[in-house]
């Protein structure tokens, strides 16, 4: 237990209780000892109870909960090795570890996991770790040697925290390598059978957006034969599995440049880039100009248009929008696989903006799947906001 502890108001003791692993600033009744952004601090009832121990921050979420109960472990070394050991013995009940198959999947998914405001991220032989919070920001170096003890023949470590750590908790953060060092070769590392080139130090996120491999594996059955469109390709995951399953062509898009390179490197990987074509161009523009070009099977996989709830009715407009232009574009009989990774945006919602859309568009629709985000992106159950990705797969009339 720590010496700093905050003790919430009468009655504001029972979503802890319930487990949902955060304290908004407006539950704290009175704080004690030197409670500071990033320590470690036990929540008491106003009665006293001791309700668990977490990080503190200075925001709307005061306190991010690592452990509940009374006798809630303080997050030492021996707290660090068992969390993320219990993380990376559910990926190996996955087949995710040392398959050859996949060597790419994520070991920690924050809440999902226990670990509030810490995503971990393996390729191959290196995790790439990225924090939320002060908290977890200063807990690196105990992260780092359980990271070590937990994953057979670790070799690099790569922090990737300066873009997610709040600023003022972290000034000056830069990105660097905890363990290890930079190769200097191309990273390739292979899902499900597939090989990518990931690049971790200059990538977006973590370097690959791992959160969709089911759904790729999904694509596969569908793409033989077909002409595809990959909008918001990013390094192109949906490209690749298209192309090996079989596709006529596929088309992929992405306003990035860097993003387009590795696509292409990604589909030359393949040895099918002859039936390739990648453009480094907005989605919008793109689908205006090739309005009358029709494709048997589009990807819509933009990123979160809604980061707060302040966003989300403009949002809804945006995926209404892009999905009417996505059907517009499909052959009779062709597929959309459409999705949204904005947390605040719910299932309900992003269906009702698509249903919209084929209005719009004026095609009739029929929901083949439901999609969401794989088993290594876990939610809790007693905290539900975990949940982000949400997809559809239409067949268009
Ligand atoms: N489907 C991808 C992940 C998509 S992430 C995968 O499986 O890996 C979202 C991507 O959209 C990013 O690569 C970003 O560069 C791109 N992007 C964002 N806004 C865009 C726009 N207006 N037009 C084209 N690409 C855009």
């Known amino acids: 237990m720590s010496a700093a502890t905050i003790t919430l108001k009468p009655g504001k003791d029972q979503s802890l209780r319930r487990r949902h692993p955060w304290v908004f600033s407006g539950a704290i009744g009175r704080m004690e000892g030197e409670v500071t952004e990033g320590t470690p601090v036990t929540v008491r009832a106003s009665n006293g109870e001791v309700l668990g ?65 810490l995503i971990i991220d393996v390729y191959g032989d290196t995790a790439v770790v990225q924090t939320h919070s002060a ?26 925290s300066a873009e997610t750590v709040p600023a003022k908790a972290a000034p000056g953060a830069q990105n660097g390598y905890l363990l290890g060092e930079s190769s200097g070769q191309e990273h390739v590392v292979h899902e499900n059978g597939h090989p990518f080139v990931v690049d971790w130090e200059t990538g977006q996120k973590t370097g690959f957006f791992i959160d969709q491999r089911d759904n790729r594996s999904l694509l596969a059955r569908y793409a033989p034969g077909r002409r595809v469109l990959n909008t918001f390709c990013y390094t192109g995951g949906f490209s690749t599995y298209a192309l090996q399953a079989g596709a006529e062509l596929v088309h992929s898009v992405d ?120 088993a290594d992106h876990p939610v809790s159950l007693f905290h539900p906001e975990g949940a982000y990705l949400k997809g559809l797969v239409l067949a268009v009339e």
């Not at 908290?135 to 937990?150: C, D």
């Not at 996989?301 to 302040?310: G, T, V």
């Open 255 to 374: 306003s990035s440049k860097r993003a387009i390179e590795l696509t292409e490197r990604n589909a030359a990987l393949t040895g099918l880039a002859h039936k390739h074509e990648a453009f480094a161009e907005d989605v919008f523009s793109f689908m205006k100009q090739h309005r009358d070009e029709q494709y048997d099977l589009i990807v819509l996989d933009p990123p979160a248009f809604a980061k707060h709830l302040s966003a989300r009715h403009n949002a809804l407009m945006g995926y209404k929008r892009l999905n009417a232009a996505g059907i517009s574009q499909i052959a009779p009989g062709g597929l959309l696989f459409t999705f949204s990774c904005s947390q605040v945006v719910s299932p309900e919602l992003f269906e009702g903006a698509v249903l919209a859309a084929a209005i719009e568009a004026g095609r009739p629709a029929r929901i083949l799947h439901r999609l969401t985000q794989p």
């Open 53 to 117: 121990v977490g990080h503190y921050a200075p925001g709307s979420i005061a306190v991010r909960l690592l452990d509940f109960g009374p006798d809630a472990q303080l997050p030492d070394a021996a707290f660090w090795e068992n969390r993320l050991r219990n993380a990376y013995q559910l990926r190996q009940g996955l087949g995710l570890t040392g398959t050859g198959n996949t060597d790419v999947y994520r070991l920690t998914h924050a809440e999902g996991d226990g670990v509030p405001g």
């Open 135 to 160: 908290g977890m920001y200063q807990s690196r170096p105990l992260i780092a040697a359980a990271l070590q003890a937990v994953i057979p023949g670790l070799r690099a470590i790569y922090d990737k």
